[in-house]
Nanobody
Framework: VQLQASGGGLVQAGGSLRLTCAAS????????MGWYRQAPGKQRELVAT???????DYAVHMKGRFTISRDNAKNTVYLQMNSLEPEDTAVYYC???????????WGEGTQVTVSS
């Protein structure tokens, strides 16, 4: 599975960004898609995941500000981020988990920087 993420950038606090990640290759419609992030000096952490059914899971402190969605026809997952805070500054990684092969796949990451 190959993952191509886009949409990162520099935004002021309170602003919004929308990340997009398109999957290709050995991707199946029932694969779980999601986003993780890693801030400087910190461990990678879950942002949100979404199943093909639309069932979502969010990190507690991001629910309400971030919304994950997917377009199964396009094998694409989105992350709408609103009310961004400087603490959201991180590299955001697109993620796919195959419940069939139990393998995880990662995109290269896209930088999100929120200025105060």
């Amino acid at each position: 599975v190959q993952l191509q993420a886009s949409g990162g950038g520099l935004v002021q606090a309170g602003g919004s960004l929308r990340l997009t990640c398109a999957a290709s290759g050995m991707f199946f419609s029932n694969d779980v898609m999601g986003w993780y992030r890693q801030a400087p000096g910190k461990q990678r952490e879950l942002v949100a995941t979404i199943e093909s059914s639309g069932k979502t899971d969010y990190a507690v402190h991001m629910k309400g500000r971030f919304t994950i969605s997917r377009d199964n026809a396009k094998n694409t997952v989105y992350l709408q981020m609103n009310s961004l805070e400087p603490e959201d500054t991180a590299v955001y990684y697109c993620y796919v988990h195959s419940p069939i092969t139990w393998q995880d796949y990662w995109g290269e990451g896209t930088q999100v920087t929120v200025s105060s």
